[in-house]
């Protein structure tokens, strides 16, 4: 959403009070502040604390605005809504651990990519399950729309046991009661929760074969106006140590920032 207020030059004399009204900062500067959607319901990339969102996506996305120079607010949009929102421009952009793939980038543009994931299985202590390939006729759960969606969908192709949901937290609420028998979703977010909730004891497992690396990139509406600048000063961020920084405080280890050159 483009808050931007121009005054008009040569008007002089305006009072302190139109000019408050008009929403100025009162030093007749012109920046522009722009509207980010996000989902927060993905730990640790977004999530909320009370009103405010907070995570690895929230606190890049905060030094690359400030390298870029834009003023910005962040809006908590929804999954699916986020997308709605990108095509009618009602966002400036998005970030929410968002996969660049060739799918969407037919609707939309990305930056370049900002961190590396994979699909991960969350399951029950003592399940059975090792693989992707054994949740072949078992009830699973995702968040709808997301790329754990459609890895399954190319794996058992569209199946009523698939459970699709609108955030990721219904998704793992559908395994705690025993309505799925697993949710499949980006590792670093299913490996939080699993550690960060030890009395539903749940594990982990990875499968590198049947799930495929993938990029997260900030999304724009195709063709907008800020993402060059956006682009660059996230190229910045990652060369000047400020991404390092960022990821060990919420990683607790040492970023591979060569994975992202490509
Ligand atoms: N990386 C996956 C995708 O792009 C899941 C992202 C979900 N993000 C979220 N904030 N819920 O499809």
New binding site residues.
Partial sequence: MKMKQKLKTGIIGLSAVLLAACGSTGSGSDAEKLTIG??A??AP??SLEGEKIVGFDVDLLDAVMKEAGFDYEMKNTG?EPLFIALKNKEVDAGI????INDDRKKTYDFSSPYFE?INMILAKDGTSIKSAKDLEGKKVSV?NG???QEALEKMFGKSENIKKFE??TLAIQALLNGEVEAVV??NAVVQEYAKNNPDKKLVTITDQENFES?F?GIIFPKDGEHQEKINKALKKVIENGKYAEIYKEWFGEEPNVDALKQ
């Fill in positions: 996000t989902d319901a993905y990339f977004e999954w929410s651990a968002i996969t994931s968040q997301t790329t754990g955030n990721n979703a980006d993938e997260y």
